[in-house]
Nanobody
Framework: VQLQASGGGLVQPGGSLKLSCAASGSTFSAYGVGWYRQAPGKQRELVARIRRAGTTVYVDPVKGRFTISRDNAKNTAYLQMNTLKPEDTAVYYC???????????WGQGTQVTVSS
């Protein structure tokens, strides 16, 4: 399985971006999907997760601003990010997760920079 993350860029505070994570192979629907981020000098952290059945989990700093979704027909997951803040600046990674929430496959990162 290969994952391709895209959609990052430079955006002003308060702006929006939509990240995409495209997976190769036919087993995408068998996995949960997680979006992680890693800011300079910090550890990688889980931002949002969507399980196989579609239930979602968010960390508190992004609740109400970020929305994770998936389209199994397209083997693609998304992270809609609204009301972006400078502290959201990081490299964002997507992963396919097993039923226990462990990341099994990783995509390359996509840079998100929130700055005026």
């Amino acid at each position: 399985v290969q994952l391709q993350a895209s959609g990052g860029g430079l955006v002003q505070p308060g702006g929006s971006l939509k990240l995409s994570c495209a997976a190769s192979g036919s087993t995408f629907s068998a996995y949960g999907v997680g979006w992680y981020r890693q800011a300079p000098g910090k550890q990688r952290e889980l931002v949002a997760r969507i399980r196989r059945a579609g239930t979602t989990v968010y960390v508190d700093p992004v609740k109400g601003r970020f929305t994770i979704s998936r389209d199994n027909a397209k083997n693609t997951a998304y992270l809609q990010m609204n009301t972006l803040k400078p502290e959201d600046t990081a490299v964002y990674y997507c992963s396919l997760m097993d039923v226990w929430g462990n990341a099994q496959y990783w995509g390359q990162g996509t840079q998100v920079t929130v700055s005026s």
